[in-house]
């Protein structure tokens, strides 16, 4: 049921708007995964552009983006005001700037396998898109299941 309310919700948005949300995605050198996950935002719709940076500037960037360091994963993404830290998946992204929450931005700690960028679904770890709101507190966005 929720897969098809999240296919639902993407073609609305798209449908909706004839421009292509831009998000900008910070990453460390040579990140492969960061890679495929921007890939992947652009096939869902998004307008992406991307850079690399030094790790030590990459930290810096997420302290000063808000990020918790529970939620740091590989890459910090920047869209419509909000930050998205590490492989969220798109369905998220774009429930995130429809509903325009109070918060900072969402997150995926780590980088759970097979979470977009992260390998196939199909053998996919479970996690969470965790919500970061502007009173330093958090709640469950989104919660996907193990798929073994």
């Known amino acids: 049921m929720m897969g098809s ?9 798209k449908a909706v708007s004839n421009t292509r949300p831009k998000i900008h ?32 500037d990459l930290i810096q960037l997420k302290l000063k983006k808000g990020v918790p360091q529970e939620l740091a994963s590989c890459h910090t993404a920047e ?4 930050f998205i830290e590490g492989h ?8 995130l700037i429809s509903e325009r929450p109070d918060a900072l931005g969402v997150g995926v700690a780590g980088m ?25 507190t958090t709640e469950i966005f989104n919660s996907y299941a193990s798929a073994n």
């Open 88 to 95: 969220v998946p798109s369905v998220d992204i774009w429930r």
């Open 5 to 13: 309310a999240a296919i639902f919700c993407v073609s609305a948005t």
């Open 112 to 136: 759970p396998y097979g979470s977009p960028g992260m390998g196939p679904e199909d053998k996919r770890e479970q996690y969470d898109v965790v919500l970061f709101k502007k009173d330093n």
């Open 25 to 56: 995605v910070i990453k460390g050198r040579g990140c492969g995964c960061c890679s495929a996950w921007a890939d992947l935002l652009a096939d869902q719709g998004f307008e992406v552009t991307s850079e690399e940076l030094h790790p030590a």
């Open 79 to 82: 869209i419509d005001g909000y």
